[in-house]
């Protein structure tokens, strides 16, 4: 693996083959493998389809294969053949770079203003009626 590239390993897509669509019409498929490590690298790295790198092939080629074959439900397929396949995944982390939270989500009400403590000063009147 390239250290800007994400490629699928051998193992990796012996496992994927079986369980990609084998009723294409027409042209033949191009390299399955450079399409879906491409498809992968995008995804994984929050790009854009067009910023893909050309050693993935046609950037048109990757995005018409990830539309139509999530239209399929391959995408689904997939996952769900691999996620049943057991054991527990090796990475399993959550980046708090990805978590995204409102900006109210702090508990404050905003603005950079100076606010007044809540305790109540020794010489200022009750603020209570009891």
Same mark, same amino acid.
């Given at each position: 693996?390239?250290?800007?590239?994400?490629?699928?390993?051998?193992?990796?897509?012996?496992?994927?083959?079986?369980?990609?669509?084998?009723?294409?019409?027409?042209?033949?498929?191009?390299?399955?493998?450079?399409?879906?490590?491409?498809?992968?690298?995008?995804?994984?790295?929050?790009?854009?389809?067009?910023?893909?790198?050309?050693?993935?092939?046609?950037?048109?080629?990757?995005? +018409?294969?990830?539309? !139509?074959? /999530? &239209?399929? $439900?391959?995408?689904?397929?997939?996952?769900?053949? *691999?996620?049943?396949?057991?054991?527990?995944?090796?990475?399993?982390?959550?980046?708090?770079?990805?978590?995204?939270?409102?900006?109210?989500?702090?508990?404050?009400?905003?603005? +950079?203003?100076?606010? !007044?403590? /809540? &305790?109540? $000063?020794?010489?200022?009147?009750?603020?209570?009626? *009891?």
């Amino acid at each position: 693996m390239i250290r800007d590239h994400f490629w699928l390993s051998d193992a990796q897509f012996t496992r994927l083959e079986p369980l990609l669509p084998t009723d294409t019409r027409g042209k033949a498929r191009v390299d399955d493998r450079r399409v879906i490590s491409g498809i992968v690298h995008v995804l994984k790295f929050g790009g854009r389809w067009v910023d893909a790198s050309q050693v993935y092939g046609p950037r048109k080629t990757l995005y +018409n294969r990830f539309v !139509r074959w /999530a &239209a399929k $439900g391959v995408w689904l397929d997939i996952f769900h053949a *691999l996620a049943s396949a057991g054991g527990p995944p090796a990475q399993v982390l959550i980046d708090s770079s990805a978590v995204k939270a409102h900006r109210c989500a702090s508990g404050g009400k905003g603005g +950079n203003s100076a606010r !007044r403590s /809540a &305790a109540r $000063g020794a010489d200022e009147r009750r603020k209570s009626t *009891l």
